[in-house]
């Protein structure tokens, strides 16, 4: 009864969880991915970018660059616009204006098999092999399957103007030039020293420092396992040796149009001959 009152309180004053029941405002925007895909460390050089003169870290990440589904619905309300907000929704035809964050598949089971460990979503016994049969139907997430999700907002909105497309193993590759792009798409007017100082300070060393200091501070990692890290190896291509090569088989099976499409070589033989469709080897389809 109790229980009751308090919510009853809580949404009256907006100070329940917004989660996906919040106003959106025309001149939002929104960074997207599916979850493990990079999407924290974006954030942290989105924060660093938009905001020089803060300390960025996982103490007040969730201030500067809000998620809905850690925000009250008065937060959100109170922030200036125009906002910059983090989601991991599929496509949600309210969000105008979205950098979609993609990473490869195999790497993101990987990452959200130790995260679900770390987060104890999962028993310690359960194994890659069987997770990622469970990723690949996707069970493993309320977001439904990377497939799904990736899908929906590439099929949506890829031609629009609105709508900024980044892989994860671009910007690795050039996390200055990347986050360039992203200043642009921003009308962020950031010099060459600007970005390279956003890069800097958002950098797997220092986040994981970061992490051993405020890992008590932040959703992501309060109350979890401390002896799974939350930042990982932040590398791309870790799958090839994680990953048993039948799992490779089930993901690049199930979602080989999507992974040329979006340029990630298939390891599969038989899907990778000249013998496979066309709408396979090209991704025509979408």
Known sequence: MLAHFKYAVQYVLGLDNAGR??????DDTFLVS???????????????LMYPNENVGFANINRLLPA???????????????RMLKSHE??????????????DPRDVAVSEYYFDLKKRYIEPD????QFVKRFVAGETCSYGSWWEHAASWIAARHTNRAFLLVRYEDLLSDPTGET????????????????????QRSSADRMRK???????????????????????AAASGGWKESLP?????????????????????????????????????TGESL
Request: hydrophobic fraction near 40%; charged fraction near 25%; proline fraction near 10%.
């Open 21 to 26: 029941h919040f106003t959106v405002f025309p």
């Open 34 to 48: 599916y979850p493990k895909s990079g999407n924290t460390w974006v954030r942290f050089l989105l924060a660093n």
């Open 68 to 82: 809905p589904g850690v925000s009250s619905k008065r937060f959100l309300r109170k922030l200036p616009r125009p």
């Open 90 to 103: 599929p496509f949600d035809v309210r969000f105008r204006k979205v950098i979609y964050l993609v990473r």
């Open 126 to 129: 359960v194994t890659l092999e």
């Open 180 to 199: 360039g792009k992203i200043a642009e798409f921003l009308g962020i007017p950031a010099t060459p020293e600007r970005l390279e100082t956003a890069v």
């Open 210 to 232: 970061l992490e051993q200091q405020q890992a008590d501070q932040w959703t992501g990692t309060r109350k979890t396992r401390k002896e799974i890290p939350f930042v990982r």
């Open 245 to 281: 090569r039948h799992s490779v088989e089930e993901i690049e099976v199930a979602w080989a149009p999507l992974l040329n499409f979006l340029r990630y070589p298939l390891h599969t033989p038989e899907l990778d001959s000249k013998t496979m469709p066309a709408w396979v080897r």
